[in-house]
Protein backbone atom coordinates (compact mmCIF):
# COMPACT_ATOMS: atom_id res chain seq x y z
CA UNK A 1 0.00 0.00 0.00
CA UNK A 2 1.02 3.26 -0.68
CA UNK A 3 2.35 5.60 2.02
CA UNK A 4 -0.13 8.34 3.16
CA UNK A 5 0.80 11.59 1.45
CA UNK A 6 2.58 13.83 3.88
CA UNK A 7 -0.45 16.66 4.75
CA UNK A 8 -2.53 14.03 5.31
CA UNK A 9 -0.23 11.84 7.41
CA UNK A 10 1.00 15.02 9.70
CA UNK A 11 -3.00 15.83 10.05
CA UNK A 12 -3.86 12.21 11.66
CA UNK A 13 -0.64 11.60 13.39
CA UNK A 14 -1.27 15.21 15.26
CA UNK A 15 -4.69 13.83 16.46
CA UNK A 16 -2.91 11.35 18.77
CA UNK A 17 -0.09 12.86 19.17
CA UNK A 18 -1.48 15.26 21.71
CA UNK A 19 -0.01 17.66 24.17
CA UNK A 20 -0.89 14.29 26.90
CA UNK A 21 1.07 11.72 24.79
CA UNK A 22 4.23 13.85 23.89
CA UNK A 23 4.37 15.27 27.35
CA UNK A 24 4.44 11.27 28.26
CA UNK A 25 6.77 10.19 25.91
CA UNK A 26 9.44 13.22 27.17
CA UNK A 27 8.90 12.15 30.28
CA UNK A 28 9.84 8.46 29.57
CA UNK A 29 13.30 9.14 27.74
CA UNK A 30 14.87 11.79 29.73
CA UNK A 31 16.44 13.81 27.39
CA UNK A 32 19.21 15.36 28.62
CA UNK A 33 22.19 17.64 26.89
CA UNK A 34 24.54 14.58 25.26
CA UNK A 35 22.13 12.21 25.34
CA UNK A 36 22.33 10.30 21.39
CA UNK A 37 18.30 8.91 20.47
CA UNK A 38 17.61 7.39 17.40
CA UNK A 39 13.82 8.19 16.26
CA UNK A 40 12.61 5.04 14.13
CA UNK A 41 10.63 5.00 12.69
CA UNK A 42 11.03 9.29 12.52
CA UNK A 43 7.86 9.73 9.96
CA UNK A 44 7.95 13.84 9.57
CA UNK A 45 9.80 14.30 12.55
CA UNK A 46 6.90 15.13 14.87
CA UNK A 47 8.62 13.41 17.71
CA UNK A 48 11.56 15.60 17.51
CA UNK A 49 10.77 18.32 20.20
CA UNK A 50 10.66 15.54 22.75
CA UNK A 51 13.90 14.18 22.71
CA UNK A 52 15.31 17.96 22.97
CA UNK A 53 18.11 18.48 24.53
CA UNK A 54 19.39 15.55 23.48
CA UNK A 55 21.41 14.80 19.85
CA UNK A 56 18.56 13.78 17.95
CA UNK A 57 18.45 11.79 14.51
CA UNK A 58 15.60 10.55 12.99
CA UNK A 59 15.41 7.48 10.16
CA UNK A 60 12.77 6.73 7.97
CA UNK A 61 11.90 3.97 5.28
CA UNK A 62 10.22 6.51 3.26
CA UNK A 63 12.18 8.96 1.35
CA UNK A 64 9.51 11.12 1.19
CA UNK A 65 8.57 11.92 4.67
CA UNK A 66 12.79 12.19 5.67
CA UNK A 67 12.48 15.16 2.86
CA UNK A 68 9.33 16.56 5.19
CA UNK A 69 11.05 16.40 8.29
CA UNK A 70 14.23 18.09 6.72
CA UNK A 71 12.09 20.94 5.01
CA UNK A 72 10.00 21.17 8.46
CA UNK A 73 12.28 21.04 10.47
CA UNK A 74 15.53 22.36 9.09
CA UNK A 75 17.24 19.93 10.48
CA UNK A 76 19.92 17.74 8.31
CA UNK A 77 19.49 14.52 11.16
CA UNK A 78 17.06 12.92 9.29
CA UNK A 79 17.95 10.30 7.01
CA UNK A 80 16.55 7.37 4.95
CA UNK A 81 17.23 3.78 6.50
CA UNK A 82 15.86 0.72 7.19
CA UNK A 83 14.92 -0.09 10.75
CA UNK A 84 15.84 -3.99 9.85
CA UNK A 85 19.35 -2.43 8.33
CA UNK A 86 20.64 0.62 9.65
CA UNK A 87 23.23 2.61 8.89
CA UNK A 88 24.98 2.86 11.89
CA UNK A 89 27.90 1.83 13.88
CA UNK A 90 27.52 -0.68 17.21
CA UNK A 91 26.61 1.33 20.24
CA UNK A 92 25.92 4.57 18.21
CA UNK A 93 22.61 5.79 20.46
CA UNK A 94 21.30 5.75 24.21
CA UNK A 95 17.97 5.65 23.26
CA UNK A 96 15.59 4.76 20.70
CA UNK A 97 12.39 5.84 20.06
CA UNK A 98 10.48 3.46 18.02
CA UNK A 99 6.67 4.64 17.95
CA UNK A 100 4.32 2.68 15.70
CA UNK A 101 6.61 0.89 13.80
CA UNK A 102 6.25 -3.08 14.58
CA UNK A 103 2.49 -3.25 13.56
CA UNK A 104 3.80 -2.99 10.11
CA UNK A 105 5.84 -5.18 10.25
CA UNK A 106 5.34 -9.43 11.10
CA UNK A 107 7.24 -11.46 13.42
CA UNK A 108 10.26 -12.22 11.47
CA UNK A 109 11.22 -8.54 10.25
CA UNK A 110 9.77 -7.30 14.19
CA UNK A 111 12.77 -9.58 15.38
CA UNK A 112 15.44 -8.75 12.66
CA UNK A 113 14.67 -5.03 13.83
CA UNK A 114 15.38 -5.87 17.35
CA UNK A 115 18.00 -7.09 16.88
CA UNK A 116 19.74 -4.10 15.00
CA UNK A 117 18.30 -1.95 17.50
CA UNK A 118 20.20 -4.54 20.07
CA UNK A 119 23.55 -3.43 17.93
CA UNK A 120 23.33 0.22 18.06
CA UNK A 121 22.01 0.36 21.42
CA UNK A 122 24.69 1.40 24.00
CA UNK A 123 25.72 -0.25 27.26
CA UNK A 124 22.73 0.41 29.63
CA UNK A 125 20.61 2.06 26.40
CA UNK A 126 17.39 1.56 26.67
CA UNK A 127 14.53 0.93 23.98
CA UNK A 128 10.90 3.38 24.12
CA UNK A 129 8.60 1.47 22.40
CA UNK A 130 4.57 2.89 21.81
CA UNK A 131 2.69 0.76 19.75
CA UNK A 132 -0.95 0.12 18.48
CA UNK A 133 -2.74 -2.68 19.79
CA UNK A 134 -6.15 -3.98 19.67
CA UNK A 135 -8.58 -3.00 22.49
CA UNK A 136 -9.19 -4.91 25.80
CA UNK A 137 -12.69 -4.16 25.31
CA UNK A 138 -14.11 -5.40 22.73
CA UNK A 139 -17.48 -3.17 22.91
CA UNK A 140 -15.05 -0.59 21.72
CA UNK A 141 -16.03 -0.57 18.27
CA UNK A 142 -14.57 2.66 17.10
CA UNK A 143 -10.66 1.14 18.13
CA UNK A 144 -11.24 -1.75 16.57
CA UNK A 145 -12.27 -0.20 13.25
CA UNK A 146 -9.61 1.93 13.37
CA UNK A 147 -7.26 -0.06 14.26
CA UNK A 148 -8.88 -2.39 10.92
CA UNK A 149 -8.32 0.23 8.90
CA UNK A 150 -4.86 1.50 9.92
CA UNK A 151 -2.38 0.67 7.26
CA UNK A 152 -0.61 -1.61 9.91
CA UNK A 153 -1.32 -5.24 8.68
CA UNK A 154 0.46 -6.88 11.81
CA UNK A 155 -1.43 -4.91 14.94
CA UNK A 156 -1.01 -7.49 17.91
CA UNK A 157 -2.52 -7.64 21.41
CA UNK A 158 0.38 -6.12 24.05
CA UNK A 159 1.44 -9.83 25.11
CA UNK A 160 2.20 -11.10 22.02
CA UNK A 161 4.40 -7.74 21.33
CA UNK A 162 6.29 -8.23 24.92
CA UNK A 163 7.02 -12.00 23.37
CA UNK A 164 8.59 -10.39 20.68
CA UNK A 165 10.44 -8.06 22.66
CA UNK A 166 11.59 -10.42 25.25
CA UNK A 167 13.18 -12.01 22.59
CA UNK A 168 16.24 -9.26 22.43
CA UNK A 169 15.22 -7.42 25.43
CA UNK A 170 14.47 -7.05 29.06
CA UNK A 171 11.40 -5.53 29.60
CA UNK A 172 11.43 -2.70 32.41
CA UNK A 173 8.25 -1.19 32.40
CA UNK A 174 5.26 -1.95 30.04
CA UNK A 175 1.73 -0.46 30.30
CA UNK A 176 -1.49 0.10 28.19
CA UNK A 177 -3.03 3.60 28.08
CA UNK A 178 -6.08 4.94 26.07
CA UNK A 179 -5.33 7.84 24.00
CA UNK A 180 -9.29 8.54 22.40
CA UNK A 181 -10.97 5.51 21.80
CA UNK A 182 -7.58 4.21 20.70
CA UNK A 183 -5.26 1.72 22.67
CA UNK A 184 -1.67 1.95 22.58
CA UNK A 185 1.48 -0.10 24.49
CA UNK A 186 4.23 1.62 26.09
CA UNK A 187 7.06 -0.52 26.89
CA UNK A 188 10.92 0.31 28.26
CA UNK A 189 13.28 -1.80 27.38
CA UNK A 190 16.81 -3.01 28.16
Not at 42 to 50: A, D, K, P, S, V
Request: hydrophobic share 40%.
Amino acid sequence: MKPLPALVYNSIVNIFYNKRFLKFIHEELQPVQGLRILDVPCGTGILMNCCKPSIYVGADIDVYRVMDAGRRHGHEDFIVSDASNLAFKDKRFDRILASGLFHHVNDSTSLKILSEFKRVLAVNGKLIVLEAIWPHNRFNLIGLAGRKMDQGNFVRHDTEYEALFEQHFKIKKSICFSNLCFEYLFSKLT
